[in-house]
């Protein structure tokens, strides 16, 4: 079957490269038919019937609706009844057919990370490392390969907001020449356990109480902080947790981390270890809680709808690839070890090396097809980088092969187009539920002698090109030793939650210490919250007196740290505010405007904002066309549906009359003092200061300027300053 594909309306470039993908994908759509020769009828009831034209082509295939079979349908309004009045008929098959397939539509969601994005795109190594690695894509600057990206919430279920306080989930499906790498990382570097055995714990713990069902995407409540509480080597990433990490402003906006260490081999066999990274061209930026909270009101797709807008308008995403490495001699120097995935190694002790660059430039045709049934192994991995004894690691590389079975039903999920190789791929495992492949003759085992009677013997194994496991396994270890143990430094467990503690400005310490308050508020178990502030007091005994002031409590005695904390300084790479990126690209500016507005103000912002990379989006109490002196002005989006949480500067451009009226509209009035209290630039002209002084937001304040360049120069900029006359920070 051929179908015709509806010119896309973007800029979107087509892989070409993904023939096998587009063309499998194409094959076996359904329903995209051209129908420009139908024709509408009405029949008895009133139904609307959209029928082929008699007398049409119909030798045009693609345009008549069919069972899954092939057979055209003639009346998709009725079910076959006996009389008009009469039962339905088991006969039906049209009937049945379409209600059993749409009976099984939905597949289980992913027992974590149900929740996700996904994008298409390309990767192109800008720094070849044959010297760390055999790999066939890092042999030479230039190489690339396509990609698929899923990003995506933990705790959440498929259907819940895009922005709870969580981790992110980062996954990369590099499709290479040599095979699938699965780099399936996080936005943030370390994690929460150390050892793949509390995982399910780990997971219960977080995800809705198991007697009540709630709450959702949350972890604000008594089982996690119970967990966490119980789990000192957690402390690290709740620093992460409840920082601004966990509030992603855009998925285009986040770091990435392998979060383990892996090992690059290279063509001598020599093993060093690495650690991977993303780097945002657009920066890191974050929102603050309050935001968050009423975003996911006003747009619970708000981050999956920034992505698909991005690369629908040609805004192709894009990140770094970086790799600190490093061998065995460092690693067993450092009061840390690099096998804990709770830890980092500081960019300051080891800076990140770029070495390649990611594109998305496509989003997917289907999101069925392509983001659910994507399935990401950290076993993929290509001839050139193989694990390491990471204990949390070795777990993964079990658990992702296993729950896919579980979630796509079948051993052949890797036949999903979305999953397969772009590479050749032969071997003799055989059948199994939806097997689509179709093998010819009798070599489904080996060795076999067919070939000796000229038969296709198949495929063969090959020491020289094929993946081959880093030798040695005695790194600071007796492998000959069968043991239930943590290495010693495992024990550790303050000492880079303090370091990533120090590392913050004083705004976003507060951020963290906020939000351990608020969430420790949710948990009605007293001896909880008292044991969580008697870890935190290990980590910085300021922080400690901030939460537990924060709590109305009395400062618990310190928990006993199984290993005494080290200083390790500070790592400004650890902070988003000391990395900022005052850049407008990516970024949404509002622009407000009512009847009698000035046009010629409105037109000049808008040109300036896109000058800078910025979208300019025009919103009005009235979307169809608001009178503006010199013709009429159509808005973007509708006041009460366009709040300025959904924004990241606002400029209100309003005559005062205009102004004074809005002043008795909640939803004009909560965008200005939403943006005032989300500590956004500001801009507007003389007829707007009536709303301003309404919204008690000082017009002489840090960000707050004339709706002119000087309002354009501060549009990528949040003012922290202003935060505290805003919000009570613990
Ligand atoms: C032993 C520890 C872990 C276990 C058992 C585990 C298990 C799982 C499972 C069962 C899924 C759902 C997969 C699917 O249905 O497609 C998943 C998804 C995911 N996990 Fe883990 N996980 C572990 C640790 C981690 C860690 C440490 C990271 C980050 C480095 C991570 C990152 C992810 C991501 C990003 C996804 C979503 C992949 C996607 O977008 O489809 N996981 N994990």
Redesign the pocket.
């Known amino acids: 079957m051929t179908t015709s594909k509806s010119p896309s309306k973007s800029k979107q470039q087509s892989d070409s490269s993904s023939p096998a993908l587009d063309n499998a994908l194409h094959e076996i759509q359904p329903g995209s038919g051209r129908v420009d020769h139908a024709e509408e009828q009405r029949d008895n009831g009133g139904e609307t019937h959209q029928q082929i034209k008699p007398g049409a082509d119909h030798g045009d295939g693609t345009a008549h609706l069919t069972d899954n079979f092939g057979h055209r349908i003639s009346d998709n309004q009725n079910s076959l009844k006996a009389g008009a009045r009469g039962p339905s008929l088991l006969e039906d098959f049209v009937l049945r057919e379409k209600i059993f397939h749409f009976d099984h539509e939905r597949i289980p969601e992913?027992?974590?990370?149900a929740r996700?994005s996904g994008a298409h795109g390309v990767f192109e190594v800008t720094e070849a490392i044959p010297e760390l690695t055999k790999a066939e894509l890092f042999q030479k600057k230039g190489n690339s390969c396509p990609l698929f990206v899923?990003f995506?919430t933990v705790a959440g279920s498929k259907g819940s907001k895009d922005t709870p306080r969580d981790v992110r989930?980062?996954?990369v499906k590099f499709y290479t020449e040599t095979g699938n790498w699965d780099l399936?990382?996080?936005n943030m570097a370390p994690?929460f356990i150390q050892d793949?055995i509390k995982?399910p714990d780990l997971i219960h713990s977080v995800k809705p109480e198991a007697d009540r069902g709630y709450p959702q995407a949350a972890s604000a409540h008594d089982t996690f902080w119970d967990f966490i509480s119980l789990m000192p080597e957690s402390m690290h990433m709740i620093m992460w947790a409840m920082s601004d990490r966990a509030l992603p402003r855009s998925l285009r906006m986040m770091e990435g981390f392998?979060?383990?260490t892996f090992r690059f081999v290279n063509a001598e066999g020599k093993g060093t270890f690495v650690k991977f990274h993303w780097k945002p061209k657009l920066g890191m930026q974050s929102t603050t809680w309050d935001e968050a909270v009423k975003i996911s009101g006003a747009d619970p797709d708000y981050h999956r709808r920034d992505l698909h807008d991005a690369i629908d308008a040609g805004d192709f995403p894009e990140w770094e690839l970086g790799i600190q490495t490093f061998d065995e001699q460092w690693a067993a120097k450092q009061p840390y070890d690099v096998l804990d995935?709770t830890k980092l190694i500081p960019e300051e002790e080891i800076p990140v090396r770029i070495i390649g660059k990611m594109t998305l430039n496509r989003n997917p045709d289907n999101f069925f097809a392509e983001t659910e049934q994507?399935?990401?192994l950290p076993t993929n991995v290509i001839p050139g980088i193989d694990f390491s004894n990471d204990p949390?690691l070795q777990?993964?590389l079990f658990?992702?092969l296993d729950?896919?079975k579980s979630?796509l039903g079948t051993t052949n999920f890797h036949q999903i187009p979305i999953n397969a190789p772009k590479c050749p791929m032969h071997n003799f495992q055989r059948d199994g539920l939806m097997q689509t492949m179709v093998p010819t003759g009798r070599a489904n085992y080996e060795p076999n002698s067919l070939a000796e009677a000229d038969e296709d013997g198949g495929p063969r194994e090959c020491p020289e090109t094929g993946f081959s496991t880093f030798e040695e396994n005695a790194e600071r270890n007796d492998p000959t030793e069968k043991v239930r143990a943590r290495g010693e430094l495992f024990a550790d467990h303050f000492s880079q939650a303090r370091m990533f503690y120090l590392s913050q400005t004083d705004n976003e310490q507060a951020h963290i210490a906020s939000a351990i308050v608020f969430e420790l508020s949710k948990v009605t178990l007293p001896h909880v919250r008292e044991r969580v502030v008697a870890q935190l007091r290990n980590i910085d005994a300021d922080l400690a007196k901030r939460i537990a002031d924060g709590l109305a409590i009395d400062l618990p005695e310190a928990a006993k740290p199984a290993r005494k904390p080290v200083d390790l300084g500070q790592s400004d790479a650890l902070s988003i505010q000391k990395n900022v990126k005052d850049i407008l690209e990516g970024r949404q500016v509002g622009i407000l405007f009512a009847e009698g507005s000035d046009r010629k103000t409105i037109d000049a912002l808008k040109k300036s904002i896109e000058a800078k990379g910025g979208t300019a989006m025009l919103i009005a109490p009235k979307i169809g066309g608001i009178k503006l002196d010199g013709g009429t002005l159509e808005a973007d989006g509708q006041l009460a549906g366009t709040p300025s949480v959904l924004l990241d500067a606002v400029a209100l451009v309003l005559t005062r009359e205009a102004a004074e009226k809005l002043t008795t509209d909640s939803a004009a009035v909560d965008f200005v003092c939403d943006a005032w209290a989300h500590l956004k630039a500001i801009g507007h002209d003389d007829g707007a200061r009536h709303l301003l002084d309404h919204c008690h937001v000082p017009v002489e304040a840090g960000g707050v300027s004339e709706a002119d360049g000087s309002f354009v120069d501060n549009a990528a900029l949040r003012f922290f300053d202003r935060e505290p006359d805003v919000r009570d920070l613990a």
Do not use: D
């Open positions: 992913r027992i974590v990370h996700g899923r995506s989930g980062f996954a399936v990382g996080n994690f793949a995982f392998g979060v383990h995935a994507a399935a990401f949390l777990g993964r658990s992702y729950t896919q979630r």
